[in-house]
């Protein structure tokens, strides 16, 4: 069953593409594995005393800094490249589309820390506006089209930190080929980018937290499909888990990949005019103007839209009244699914 089309949404101009300034929402959130049941959002007092983590809205925990700058890790998202470390305890994943329809992702660790993660794999010119979210933040990646980066360094305000210009940050993982073999630590990448950037500071909230949608209805499995790759969310009663390609989407660790919500965004696909090594045109997942939205919380979905009007403001989720879609605190997924592709119910 089709969760439904919306509204058309505006078409992003050359000349913001140009100019690098096309603008994706990053979400926050959290939650355990499979098995553990989803931490309980902050308290009042805990808010004001300035402990819950900004891309997540749970109180901070032992071990975790409310007050630390993000890092952001470009992390490869194809077969060669699995079984990925480190990703359930990233803040925010945010997967988009690449050359020859599959996906890649960015997992962005802001309170939590990961001793290995990876998959590392290259950047590309939506990453800039990505990163532009965060009001500064550590970026690390292996390779990228040269083209690729002005538009991140002018728009990002990111430390940036790469396998190929600083490898002493990074360590080969054996028994996986290249390029899918480059791995470090959050520790490790976001030390290096505070070497550059010692004044980055902590992000700010990115979404709305709080009950659900009145306007919300159940949905237990949630299917979506890129030209050359698939995913399927399925609710576990207190977490979605991942499948993707259909197979359970597994990490080095034997966790699943879950999430707290999914948050999906339809998006125009505009061309960058690149290309990669094998000739396949480079996408760009454009996110300035208005599109469908779908948020999975709680086992349910809250249909709706989203809004960016530029690069300087954040991204909007409302429902079909208007109202502002929150989420549950805990971690959150992003799925950019190319217009005019659907989710839909199983």
């Known amino acids: 069953m089709q969760l439904g089309p919306f509204s058309r949404s505006t078409s992003a101009t ?4 140009a100019a690098g300034s096309l603008a994706l929402a990053s979400c926050s959130s959290s939650s355990s594995g499979s098995s553990a049941p989803l931490p309980k959002p902050a308290t009042s007092n ?21 007050d630390r700058v993000a890092l952001a890790v470009k992390i490869d998202n194809i077969a060669p490249a699995l079984p990925q470390a480190g990703i359930n305890n990233a803040d ?9 329809g599959l996906t890649r992702l960015m997992a962005i660790f802001q309170c939590a820390k990961a001793p290995e993660v990876g998959p590392i794999r290259s950047a590309r010119i939506s990453d800039a506006d990505i990163l ?9 990646y292996s390779g990228a089209n040269p083209k690729d980066m002005p538009p991140i ?10 396998y ?8 080969l993982g054996g028994g996986r080929p290249a390029p899918h073999n480059v791995f470090s630590s959050t520790t490790t990448l976001l030390n290096a980018g505070l070497r550059l ?23 237990h ?18 977490a979605w888990l991942r499948t993707q390609d259909g197979s359970p989407d597994m990490l080095t660790s034997g966790e699943q990949i879950s999430a707290t919500n999914v948050v999906i965004l339809g998006v125009d696909i505009a061309s960058t005019g690149l290309h990669d090594v094998l000739g396949a045109p480079s996408p760009l997942d454009v996110t300035i103007g208005t599109n469908p939205a779908w948020v999975l919380r709680d086992g349910k979905v809250i249909r709706g839209t989203w809004s960016r009007k530029a690069i300087k403001d954040e991204i909007t989720l409302k429902d079909a009244n208007g109202h502002v879609i929150a989420l549950s605190p805990g971690r959150t997924w992003v799925e950019l699914l190319p217009r005019p592709r659907t989710p839909s119910r199983r």
């Open 164 to 171: 190929d210009q600083q490898p002493q940050y990074f360590h």
């Open 221 to 238: 499995r949630v299917y979506m499909s890129w030209p050359a790759a698939s995913a399927l969310w399925t609710w576990s009663h207190r």
């Open 92 to 100: 925010v994943v945010v997967e988009e589309l690449v050359e020859g």
């Open 14 to 17: 050359l000349a913001l593409l």
């Open 132 to 140: 532009a979210l965060l009001h500064g933040s550590v970026l690390g």
């Open 153 to 162: 360094r002018a728009n990002s305000g990111a430390a940036l930190i790469s």
């Open 46 to 66: 805990e808010a004001s005393a300035g402990q819950v983590c900004p891309l997540t809205g749970l109180p901070q925990t032992g071990g975790e800094q409310a």
């Open 197 to 219: 950037r010692p004044k980055l500071q902590a992000p700010p909230a990115l979404f709305t937290y709080g009950p659900i949608d009145p306007a919300a209805r159940r949905a």
